[in-house]
């Protein structure tokens, strides 16, 4: 027997549930492709085409549409002569800044045999090929620029390739530009003249909820599980948590994956709700950490301070600041650290907050006036609690003893 072999008992073709499978339909956003659709009809009519702003929180679909639609595009417009057009799909995660989405451009337009090195041109030189090549072109040439957030501030490319034409710079051929982003704060941040143009169609993709994540779960689970190995209430289970949480298609694919796993894995012949209930414990944790690395010990202590505070009193939940800072100030000593003062502190909690770690609800004083916050873990208590673990901060914080306390208290 080798070391490996090939596994079949559970997957029929696992690669359907993963990310960047493209789905043949997408039937739960009929409204947004009708809209999408009108948006970029122009094209089709050989005009000008319009700059659309594509927002919603991640895993809502707006990749997989957009890829959608330029397929669709591009085929139906080989009907008509008078109409060429050239897509061009950037992701501007490793892009952060204006500089390289300029050089993926000219690349991406460019002959593969003649691409230019990532550094060594002056901007403007980069702009200068980017204009050249466009011209050459000709025709509608779509740019699709995803996580567009990712350029960050140095975003002077939002402003000038909308306005190459009418700059002069270009004459040949019509660009129009689409912008995706996970963050609509992302918007408010625009120079008010890039906003203009960058916006000036605008489409939002709201979460999904059970229902629709159930029939996108079903189509895709069909091809993807052998027949007869998902227990009934699996795909419902998997479609209702996504849905309780964020309405991402992403989570409950990655849900269903990883209890089909966990399921393999354990080499059992059906995927039960009992995996998914893991499978979600495990993804939680996972998520945790990732996004606990980038934190500093301050962040992981304020971390602790609610964890803490929760298992010392359970009943006390939600949580006041001044009691988590007070719980926080005691770890802070315990660990030979200065204690950030309230302010800082009051930073973590908001960053904690932000990374979907900690639940943020704000109150009304009553006619006191003002507004305070009060704190609630937002992830699986033992998610939290191993994660911390596993940094191993300092000794002189006893972890196990906390954790017994939870046991105790039924809290995990
Ligand atoms: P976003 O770009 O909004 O973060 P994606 O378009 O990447 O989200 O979608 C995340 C995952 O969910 C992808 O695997 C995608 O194929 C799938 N998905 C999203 N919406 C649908 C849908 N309506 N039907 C089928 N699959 C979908
Ligand atoms: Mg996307």
Not at 25 to 29: A, P, V
Not at 147 to 156: A, F, Q
């Given at each position: 027997m080798g070391l490996f072999e090939r596994s079949e008992e559970i997957f029929e073709d696992e690669n359907i549930l993963h990310d960047d499978y493209q789905p043949q339909?997408?039937?739960?956003?009929g409204h947004e492709l009708e809209q999408y659709t009108d948006y970029l009809q122009p094209v089709i009519n050989g005009a000008q085409p319009r700059n659309i702003f594509l927002y919603g929180k991640t895993g809502v679909g707006k990749t997989a549409a957009t890829k959608y639609l330029l397929h669709h595009l591009e085929e139906d417009a080989k009907?008509?002569?008078?109409v060429q057009i050239t897509t061009v799909y950037l992701n501007c995660e490793d892009l952060t800044s204006s500089y390289r989405v300029a050089v993926a451009l000219v690349n991406a337009l460019r002959d593969p045999a003649n691409q230019i090195s990532r550094t060594g041109y002056p901007l403007n030189a980069v702009y200068e090929m980017l204009w050249e090549r466009l011209d050459e072109i000709g025709g509608t040439v779509l740019i699709v620029l995803d996580?567009?957030?990712?350029?960050?501030?140095?975003?002077?490319i939002l402003y000038q390739l909308p306005r190459a034409r009418s700059n002069d710079k270009i004459e040949n051929s019509r660009v129009g530009i689409v912008g995706i982003s996970n963050d609509f704060k992302f918007r408010e941040k625009l120079d008010p003249r890039v906003e203009d143009t960058l916006c000036e169609r605008e489409l939002h993709f709201p979460p999904y909820d059970a229902s629709d994540l159930q029939h996108i779960l079903e189509k895709r689970a069909d091809h993807a599980f052998r027949d007869g190995i998902l227990d009934g209430d699996v795909v419902p289970l998997c479609a209702a948590l996504a849905a309780q949480d964020r309405g991402s298609a992403r989570q409950a694919l990655d849900l269903l994956l990883e209890a089909g796993d966990l399921a393999r894995r354990q080499n059992d012949a059906t995927v039960t709700e009992d995996h998914v209930r893991e499978a979600k414990q495990l993804l939680e944790k996972q998520r945790i950490e990732e996004s606990m690395k980038d934190l500093t010990s301050h962040g992981h202590l304020t971390l602790l301070a609610v964890v803490a505070s929760t298992v010392a009193d359970p009943d006390g939940i939600p949580l006041q600041k001044q009691t988590l800072y007070d719980q926080y100030q005691d770890l802070a000593q315990a660990t030979d650290r200065d204690p950030l003062g309230g302010r800082a502190f009051h930073n973590h909690l908001a960053e904690l907050s932000m990374l979907g770690i900690l639940d943020r609800t704000k109150q009304n004083e009553g006619r006191a006036g003002g507004i305070y916050y009060e704190y609630e873990i937002d992830v699986a208590l033992d998610a939290a609690l191993s994660t911390l673990e596993n940094l191993h901060m300092s000794d002189e914080l006893d972890l196990e003893s906390l954790r017994k306390n939870a046991r105790e208290n039924g809290l995990i």
């Open positions: 339909s997408l039937d739960e956003r009907q008509y002569d008078d996580e567009v957030d990712y350029i960050g501030d140095d975003d002077s």
